[in-house]
């Protein structure tokens, strides 16, 4: 890395370091690594040994398959008669009775509370030797929690193999795993290869529904999760998954979550050879959002509904302690995600997250946001590699259809300067139909694009406004791009402030940042219009000190600091309407205006009126960024060099500025200069 990539690199860290808190943690897990990847896809089997799982209330039993179809009714009453001689009560009891692989669990219709689960832990389970998280549970091992299976789980699968568990209902509704807010999750299965989940429901925890941890080969078929504190699927370092036809809402953090994804292409090219967790034809609303993977490595997504959540889909490269980071390889396909624009945060703010789970109203459509999102994207990429989004409907969102973010290392632990532009790479976003429904009617997105200007070989495909108001065009595949390429090691200044104050948001302190617009904030209120305000209004008062003391008797230097001024005014409206060509035409009468000032400085002051002309042609090389074409080949965008010199420039102004020393009474006057002063 050269000197100058370092510096930069650097120069960012320490902004971002002290801006920035340390971030909480999305999910903390044992230390684990990822599957050997020998497993494979289990597929639904109808053969191997059959346990039942029942309750014993006829009564209450007829009436929820009353409305089956007369096949389903009959095979259910033929399944309920004998599982009462034969069956359990309990779905554990019926984990527990597993021998070996290629079992199959039949849930019949009830409700199943699990009450021999629900007991506080005891003796040696109520003092485990094991770290507790910021969230408030212990971190527990794989023998700890063979050893304790309840102390965090309604339903502990520990070890099984090839086990299928099933509802016998008409849908998912019909059997329903219920933990109460008791638990941490309902269901967990660990270290589990060949899990086969259908056709149930698990709901109501302090952390996941249905957790999968550790597995090489797993499905989640036809299944449904509900109001959670965190997830309602949570996949964690997991290989050969599926998710099909599944259902998730009220989940604080997202409906599905296939974090620390086997990651099976890290290295490789848009071209791999298989992706380690496919997800089709799930729906995911009503959440803090739609999807969400911390290093969501080469899953591949497609024809799902991402809709009516704060965001629809996230992926990032943040938090420690996710194998796999930074993200990469995931693969977004005729999805369609709207309507993602549904403000949770005023559950944190009137205080209904602040009281224990069960009282929140989340089966009234309360959800508690555990960490910040962008209110009003389609699909948000904290740093990620090599992801194709492609062929998806993305429309009726407030903010952005697309927002790309830089994620330096440090957020996810790692120290080393080397690695800290090591996101936001090779990012395909080509072929979407943005702001238009599947019926053809028209549902615009605020801006298309909203993307702080990061890493390399980035494309984006559309046709409405961006932010910035150019971006690199794409190819006609992932890899190909339409133009030049852009290689920036951080993103916009103006931009990375924006980020650093939204990731103040804490739902423990009931802390939301009041200068970001994810949270509400609007006008002179965001923190990128005050920024901007506040320098506007500061480099306006140097630019009429130097007319009034150094300019008043030149007409080109009146005129020039009139164009620096109307610059700086609409730089401020420009800051809240970053899409638009505001930004641009702010900058080019700045630079115009800072120029003319430099050339009339220059008569007196060399040097001074030197580095005026240098300050005005980076503000004009700014404004050909923001307007024209985003400048190939530079390791930082204009506006950081620009900055830097804006720095020396005023102190230097400061001193031009100081009144003239007046010779003393009677002293003879001083010849003079043979050339101009600095």
């Given at each position: 890395?050269?000197?100058?990539?370092?510096?930069?690199?650097?120069?960012?860290?320490?902004?971002?370091?002290?801006?920035?808190?340390?971030?909480?943690?999305?999910?903390?897990?044992?230390?684990?690594?990822?599957?050997?990847?020998?497993?494979?896809?289990?597929?639904?089997?109808?053969?191997?040994?059959e346990?039942?799982?029942?309750?014993?209330?006829?009564?209450?039993?007829?009436?929820?398959?009353?409305?089956?179809?007369?096949?389903?009714?009959?095979?259910?009453?033929?399944?309920?008669?004998?599982?009462?001689?034969?069956?359990?009560?309990?779905?554990?009891?019926?984990?527990?009775?597993?021998?070996?692989p290629?079992y199959?669990?039949?849930?019949?219709?009830?409700?199943?509370?699990?009450?021999?689960?629900?007991?506080?832990?005891?003796?040696?389970?109520?003092?485990?030797?094991?770290?507790?998280?910021?969230?408030?549970?212990?971190?527990?091992?794989?023998e700890?929690q063979?050893?304790?299976?309840?102390?965090?789980?309604?339903v502990a699968?520990?070890?099984?193999?090839?086990?299928?568990?099933?509802?016998?209902?008409?849908?998912?509704?019909?059997?329903?795993i219920?933990?109460?807010?008791?638990?941490?999750?309902?269901?967990r299965?660990?270290?589990?290869?060949?899990?086969?989940?259908?056709?149930?429901?698990?709901?109501?925890?302090?952390?996941?529904?249905?957790?999968?941890?550790?597995?090489?080969?797993?499905?989640?078929?036809?299944?449904?999760?509900?109001?959670?504190?965190?997830?309602?699927?949570?996949?964690?370092?997991?290989?050969?998954?599926?998710?099909?036809?599944?259902?998730?809402?009220?989940?604080?953090?997202?409906?599905?979550?296939?974090?620390?994804?086997?990651?099976?292409?890290?290295?490789?090219?848009?071209?791999?050879?298989?992706?380690s967790?496919?997800?089709?034809?799930?729906?995911?609303?009503?959440?803090?959002?739609?999807?969400?993977?911390?290093?969501g490595?080469?899953?591949?997504?497609h024809?799902?509904?991402?809709?009516?959540?704060i965001?629809?889909?996230?992926?990032?490269?943040?938090?420690?302690?996710?194998?796999?980071?930074?993200?990469?390889?995931?693969?977004?396909?005729?999805?369609?995600?709207?309507?993602?624009?549904?403000?949770?945060?005023?559950?944190?703010?009137?205080?209904?997250?602040?009281?224990?789970?069960?009282?929140?109203?989340?089966?009234?459509?309360?959800?508690?946001?555990?960490?910040?999102?962008?209110r009003?994207?389609?699909?948000?990429?904290?740093?990620?590699n090599?992801?194709?989004?492609?062929?998806?409907?993305?429309?009726?969102?407030?903010?952005?259809?697309?927002?790309?973010?830089?994620a330096?290392?440090?957020l996810?632990?790692?120290?080393?300067?080397?690695?800290?532009?090591?996101?936001?790479?090779?990012?395909f976003?080509?072929?979407?139909?943005?702001?238009?429904?599947?019926?053809?009617?028209?549902?615009?997105?605020?801006?298309?694009?909203?993307?702080?200007?990061?890493?390399?070989?980035?494309?984006?495909?559309?046709?409405?406004?961006?932010?910035?108001?150019?971006?690199?065009?794409?190819?006609?595949?992932?890899?190909?791009?339409?133009?030049?390429?852009?290689?920036?090691?951080?993103?916009?200044?103006?931009?990375?402030?924006h980020?650093?104050?939204?990731?103040?948001?804490?739902?423990?302190?009931?802390?939301?940042?009041?200068?970001?617009?994810?949270?509400?904030?609007?006008?002179?209120?965001?923190?990128?219009v005050?920024?901007?305000?506040?320098?506007?209004?500061?480099?306006?008062?140097?630019?009429?000190?130097?007319?009034?003391?150094?300019?008043?008797?030149?007409?080109?230097?009146?005129?020039?600091?009139?164009l620096?001024?109307?610059?700086?005014?609409?730089?401020?409206?420009?800051?809240?309407?970053?899409?638009?060509?505001?930004?641009?035409?702010?900058?080019?009468?700045?630079?115009?205006g800072?120029?003319?000032?430099?050339?009339?400085?220059?008569?007196?002051?060399?040097?001074?009126?030197?580095?005026?002309?240098?300050?005005?042609?980076?503000?004009?090389?700014?404004?050909?960024?923001?307007?024209?074409?985003?400048?190939?080949?530079?390791?930082?965008?204009?506006?950081?060099?620009?900055?830097?010199?804006?720095?020396?420039?005023?102190?230097?102004?400061?001193?031009?500025?100081?009144?003239?020393?007046?010779?003393?009474?009677?002293?003879?006057?001083?010849?003079?200069?043979?050339?101009?002063?600095?």
């Open positions: 890395m050269s000197l100058l990539r370092k510096l930069t690199v650097a120069a960012a860290l320490v902004l971002a370091c002290v801006a920035q808190a340390a971030p909480a943690l999305a999910h903390e897990e044992r230390p684990v690594d990822f599957p050997d990847g020998s497993g494979s896809v289990p597929v639904y089997r109808t053969t191997g040994p346990l039942l799982v029942c309750k014993t209330d006829r009564a209450d039993f007829e009436r929820r398959i009353a409305g089956f179809a007369p096949d389903l009714r009959s095979e259910n009453r033929r399944l309920f008669d004998r599982c009462r001689k034969e069956g359990f009560r309990h779905l554990q009891e019926a984990v527990n009775a597993v021998k070996g290629g199959r669990i039949k849930i019949l219709p009830g409700v199943y509370l699990e009450e021999p689960s629900l007991p506080a832990p005891t003796g040696a389970c109520a003092s485990l030797n094991a770290r507790w998280s910021s969230w408030g549970y212990q971190i527990l091992s794989f700890q063979r050893q304790c299976p309840h102390n965090q789980n309604l699968i520990l070890g099984i193999r090839d086990l299928q568990v099933e509802g016998t209902g008409a849908t998912p509704r019909d059997v329903i219920d933990a109460q807010y008791k638990k941490l999750n309902a269901v299965a660990d270290m589990a290869n060949g899990i086969y989940f259908r056709n149930f429901t698990a709901q109501r925890t302090t952390f996941n529904s249905l957790y999968i941890l550790a597995t090489d080969g797993f499905v989640i078929d036809r299944m449904l999760t509900r109001w959670n504190d965190e997830y309602g699927f949570l996949t964690f370092a997991s290989d050969h998954g599926l998710y099909t036809d599944c259902e998730s809402h009220g989940n604080g953090d997202s409906g599905i979550y296939p974090g620390s994804a086997s990651d099976i292409n890290d290295g490789r090219g848009h071209d791999v050879p298989r992706y967790i496919e997800i089709r034809r799930c729906k995911s609303y009503q959440n803090m959002v739609g999807y969400s993977g911390t290093a490595d080469s899953v591949w997504a024809d799902n509904d991402f809709f009516d959540n965001a629809g889909a996230s992926m990032d490269s943040l938090f420690p302690g996710h194998p796999g980071l930074p993200q990469n390889h995931a693969k977004f396909e005729r999805n369609r995600i709207y309507d993602n624009n549904k403000d949770y945060y005023k559950y944190v703010r009137d205080g209904t997250c602040a009281k224990p789970p069960g009282q929140r109203g989340y089966e009234s459509g309360v959800v508690c946001p555990q960490i910040g999102a962008a009003g994207v389609g699909i948000l990429t904290a740093g990620g090599h992801n194709i989004f492609r062929d998806n409907w993305i429309y009726g969102h407030e903010r952005a259809a697309f927002m790309l973010l830089w330096p290392a440090f996810r632990g790692e120290e080393a300067l080397g690695k800290q532009a090591d996101t936001s790479h090779d990012n976003y080509g072929g979407n139909k943005l702001g238009v429904a599947p019926d053809g009617s028209a549902r615009p997105n605020a801006t298309e694009v909203f993307w702080d200007g990061q890493g390399s070989r980035n494309c984006f495909d559309g046709a409405g406004p961006t932010s910035p108001y150019v971006v690199p065009k794409c190819g006609a595949k992932p890899g190909d791009l339409a133009g030049p390429a852009t290689n920036r090691l951080i993103g916009e200044p103006s931009k990375m402030v980020s650093l104050v939204c990731a103040e948001y804490s739902i423990a302190d009931r802390r939301i940042p009041a200068g970001c617009d994810w949270f509400g904030a609007t006008g002179l209120a965001r923190v990128e005050q920024v901007a305000l506040g320098t506007s209004v500061f480099l306006g008062l140097v630019v009429l000190l130097l007319w009034a003391r150094r300019l008043r008797g030149s007409r080109a230097g009146a005129v020039s600091a009139l620096a001024l109307a610059g700086l005014v609409v730089d401020v409206f420009g800051a809240a309407a970053d899409h638009t060509l505001l930004p641009a035409i702010g900058l080019l009468l700045l630079g115009a800072l120029t003319g000032m430099g050339l009339v400085l220059r008569r007196e002051y060399r040097f001074f009126g030197g580095a005026t002309v240098l300050m005005g042609v980076l503000t004009l090389a700014d404004a050909v960024d923001k307007s024209l074409i985003m400048i190939p080949w530079i390791p930082v965008g204009p506006a950081w060099a620009r900055g830097l010199l804006a720095v020396v420039w005023v102190l230097w102004a400061v001193v031009r500025l100081a009144p003239r020393p007046r010779p003393s009474a009677g002293a003879p006057a001083s010849p003079a200069p043979a050339g101009a002063s600095a």
